[in-house]
Structures are given as structure tokens and as C-alpha cells.
């Protein structure tokens, strides 16, 4: 009776493909753990870093504010944010479960509850993105992309678990679920400007991510916005 909440949350299918096709101490419990543990907790610290971002350019009084000279790479990270808060979205409106590989209809709580934490968080990033196109501020910026970081490894952790499971996944919901992943990675790219430093706490973070590591803005410190 105790476990029944946490069953009703997950709905393990016993002996089903998750069990089979991964050797793991969660067995069938695989899916819900790595999502909520890993994907939620991730997207509900990007959330809060965002929010606060947010808070600091609308409130902070004592933060030096600077308009950008040029609002090219905000409108890039705007469509970016936006397809990935549209492809969760998109997953819960069309039924694109990645977890149910036994038959099952419809989806899981933890799914659920996962996709919206998603679509908030990122809907979050969007809306930052649009503030900063009116004003710019420097605190909290650097919080903001470890925490792009942070979801990152967590992808990259689910994408892990998704490929070794790849055969029972019909192409249209696994391309979804990948397409989303390299809009993530494109809008960390985007949001590093200081490429050196960004690029060796990626390499140590994540290796699976190194592919990154080539890309060249090049810009001078602070030359690209002015002081409002």
C-alpha cells in the first residue's frame, strides 16, 4: 500500500522492454527515475536561474544596465528557446511518448509533470531573451549558462539511456526528442561569449559534448553593447 503513490507515478511494466534492454539497480522503475532525478531537477534549476535573471532585470535597481548594439544572436537564441519549449509541447499534444515501449496508451505522470517542467523552463529562457533585447545586464549571466550546462548532461544522460533502447522507437519520436537535444546544445553555443572558459568547463562536464568545442565568436569583452 505504501508504494502504491510511486507506482501510480511511474507505472513500471514488469518484465517489459526497459528491464530487458538495460541493466540497471532501477529496473523497470528506469524510465521515472532517470527523468525525474535527472531531466526535471535539471530544467527546475535552469527555471529558477532564469527567473532570478529575470527578477534582476526587472527589479534590481542597483544592476548596471546596457542595450546591445546589435540583437542578431538574441533573435537566433529567441527561435532556439522557442523550439525547445514547443517541443515538449508538441510530444504531450501529438503523443509522442519516449518511455512507452510495452504497448501503453497515453502517458505516465512523471512524464507528464517532466514535459511541462520543460516547456516552463525554457518558456522562462525565451522570455529572458526577450527582456535583454531591451536591456542588457551582466549579473547572474554566467549562472544562467552552467545552467544551460547542467541540462545539457542531463540530455546527454537520457539521450544515453534512449539509444540503448533505439530499436523499439519509431523514427518520428525519436527524431523529436534528438532535434530538441541539438536546439539545447545550439543555444548554449549561442549564449557562450567568453569561448575558452566555456569550452574547458564543457569539456570537463561533458564529454560526449566536445564537438562544441570549434566554435569561434571572437568578440571583445563588452565591445558589443553599450551602456544604457
Same mark, same amino acid.
Given at each position: 500500500?505504501?508504494?502504491?503513490?510511486?507506482?501510480?507515478?511511474?507505472?513500471?511494466?514488469?518484465?517489459?522492454?526497459?528491464?530487458?534492454?538495460?541493466?540497471?539497480?532501477?529496473?523497470?522503475?528506469?524510465?521515472?527515475?532517470?527523468?525525474?532525478?535527472?531531466?526535471?531537477?535539471?530544467?527546475?534549476?535552469?527555471?529558477?536561474?532564469?527567473?532570478?535573471?529575470?527578477?534582476?532585470?526587472?527589479?534590481?535597481?542597483?544592476?548596471?544596465?546596457?542595450?546591445?548594439?546589435?540583437?542578431?544572436?538574441?533573435?537566433?537564441?529567441?527561435?532556439?528557446?522557442?523550439?525547445?519549449?514547443?517541443?515538449?509541447? /508538441? !510530444? %504531450?499534444?501529438?503523443?509522442?511518448? =519516449?518511455?512507452?515501449?510495452?504497448?501503453?496508451? +497515453? *502517458? @505516465?505522470?512523471?512524464?507528464?509533470?517532466?514535459?511541462?517542467?520543460?516547456?516552463?523552463?525554457?518558456?522562462?529562457?525565451?522570455?529572458?531573451?526577450?527582456?535583454?533585447?531591451?536591456?542588457?545586464?551582466?549579473?547572474?549571466?554566467?549562472?544562467?549558462?552552467?545552467?544551460?550546462?547542467?541540462?545539457?548532461?542531463?540530455?546527454?544522460?537520457?539521450?544515453?539511456?534512449?539509444?540503448?533502447?533505439?530499436?523499439?522507437?519509431?523514427?518520428?519520436?525519436?527524431?523529436?526528442?534528438?532535434?530538441?537535444?541539438?536546439?539545447?546544445?545550439?543555444?548554449?553555443?549561442?549564449?557562450?561569449?567568453? /569561448? !575558452? %572558459?566555456?569550452?574547458?568547463?564543457? =569539456?570537463?562536464?561533458?564529454?560526449?559534448?566536445? +564537438? *562544441? @568545442?570549434?566554435?569561434?565568436?571572437?568578440?571583445?569583452?563588452?565591445?558589443?553593447?553599450?551602456?544604457?
Amino acid at each position: 500500500m505504501a508504494f502504491e503513490p510511486l507506482i501510480w507515478y511511474c507505472q513500471p511494466v514488469a518484465n517489459g522492454a526497459w528491464t530487458k534492454a538495460i541493466d540497471s539497480g532501477f529496473g523497470s522503475y528506469t524510465p521515472c527515475a532517470i527523468d525525474s532525478l535527472v531531466i526535471s531537477i535539471s530544467h527546475l534549476v535552469l527555471l529558477g536561474l532564469c527567473s532570478y535573471r529575470i527578477w534582476l532585470i526587472k527589479i534590481d535597481s542597483k544592476a548596471n544596465r546596457f542595450r546591445l548594439r546589435s540583437n542578431y544572436y538574441n533573435y537566433m537564441l529567441g527561435l532556439l528557446a522557442g523550439y525547445c519549449t514547443a517541443g515538449p509541447l /508538441l !510530444r %504531450l499534444v501529438m503523443g509522442f511518448s =519516449i518511455f512507452n515501449q510495452d504497448g501503453q496508451t +497515453g *502517458f @505516465a505522470p512523471f512524464e507528464i509533470i517532466s514535459l511541462i517542467i520543460e516547456a516552463v523552463s525554457w518558456c522562462s529562457m525565451l522570455m529572458m531573451i526577450g527582456l535583454e533585447t531591451k536591456t542588457y545586464i551582466r549579473h547572474c549571466r554566467w549562472f544562467v549558462r552552467f545552467g544551460v550546462i547542467y541540462v545539457l548532461v542531463g540530455d546527454a544522460v537520457m539521450l544515453n539511456l534512449i539509444l540503448s533502447v533505439s530499436g523499439y522507437y519509431n523514427r518520428s519520436t525519436l527524431y523529436l526528442y534528438i532535434s530538441t537535444v541539438c536546439c539545447q546544445a545550439g543555444n548554449w553555443q549561442k549564449l557562450c561569449t567568453d /569561448l !575558452r %572558459l566555456c569550452v574547458k568547463q564543457l =569539456i570537463v562536464t561533458c564529454q560526449c559534448l566536445e +564537438g *562544441f @568545442a570549434d566554435m569561434g565568436l571572437g568578440l571583445k569583452k563588452y565591445d558589443w553593447m553599450t551602456i544604457l
